[in-house]
């Protein structure tokens, strides 16, 4: 059993800057998928960013050259650092750990708690 822990959420003016961390309680290193998904009120939880065990990412549109995720295997930990903010960032992130090989997730699907993002106009 995994637990995945974010923190570094909070409240920041439009164009200002957070970097959410997630760490694990145990080895990331078996999770060849991890990523950052966030829920709006009223919304469907969509995909922010994703990175593989090999350091490949992929970022929905809508963040593409703003975010940039990046994993640490040695310290269990993925990050999100969230640059040029806006209001429609908003949002409560959560962390994602799986293994997948194409759309296929084999074996346990791990979220986190969720840390709110609350970005001001």
């Known amino acids: 059993q995994v637990q995945l822990v974010e923190s570094g959420g909070g409240l920041v003016q439009a164009g200002g800057s957070l970097r959410l961390s997630c760490a694990a309680s145990g080895s990331i290193f078996r999770f060849n998928a991890m990523g950052w998904y966030r829920q709006a009120p009223g919304k469907q939880r969509d995909m922010v960013a994703t990175i593989t065990s090999g350091g490949i990412t992929n970022y929905a549109d809508s963040v593409k050259g703003r975010f940039t995720i990046s994993r640490d295997n040695a310290k269990n930990t993925v990050y999100l650092q969230m640059n040029s903010l806006n209001p429609e960032d908003t949002a409560v992130y959560y962390c994602?750990?799986?293994?997948?090989?194409?759309?296929?997730?084999?074996?346990?699907?791990?979220w986190g708690q969720g840390t709110q993002v609350t970005v001001s106009s």
């Open positions: 994602n750990a799986r293994r997948q090989f194409g759309t296929v997730v084999v074996g346990s699907d791990y």
